[in-house]
Nanobody
Framework: QVQLVESGGGLVQAGGSLGLSCVGS????????MGWFRQAPGKEREFVAE????????NYADSVKGRFTISRDNAQKTVYLQMNSLNPEDTAVYYC?????????????????WGQGTQVTVSS
């Protein structure tokens, strides 16, 4: 069982940066592929980024590649999402998830564990 709590959302101007954190609980945190998803108003939830259990491999959605960076610290049971060069299209509720299927991008395998979400708003 893993519980996830996100933090770090807020309001930022276009072109700015924001960092999100997700703290997990449970002894199995370090064994899970971790990821971030987002959901904008009126849209379906979409994959943003994922990171392997040891942090050695990452995947990103094309829309954020080169601007966002996912990382993790298993000792602190925390996964991060650094977001740079933000634009209004990045406005969404961002969710941390655990137990992704690496390489699936959330297409067919639904992660078992989710955080409550944190709002990110980018003004133009």
């Amino acid at each position: 069982q893993v519980q996830l709590v996100e933090s770090g959302g807020g309001l930022v101007q276009a072109g700015g940066s924001l960092g999100l954190s997700c703290v997990g609980s449970g002894s199995t945190f370090s064994t899970y592929v971790m990821g971030w998803f987002r959901q904008a108003p009126g849209k379906e939830r979409e994959f943003v980024a994922e990171i392997s259990w040891n942090g050695g491999t990452t995947n990103y959605a094309d829309s954020v590649k080169g601007r966002f960076t996912i990382s993790r610290d298993n000792a602190q049971k925390t996964v991060y999402l650094q977001m740079n060069s933000l634009n209004p299209e990045d406005t969404a509720v961002y969710y941390c998830a655990a137990d992704l299927l690496f390489g699936d991008y959330g297409r067919s395998y639904a992660p078992h564990y989710w955080g409550q979400g944190t709002q990110v708003t980018v003004s133009s």
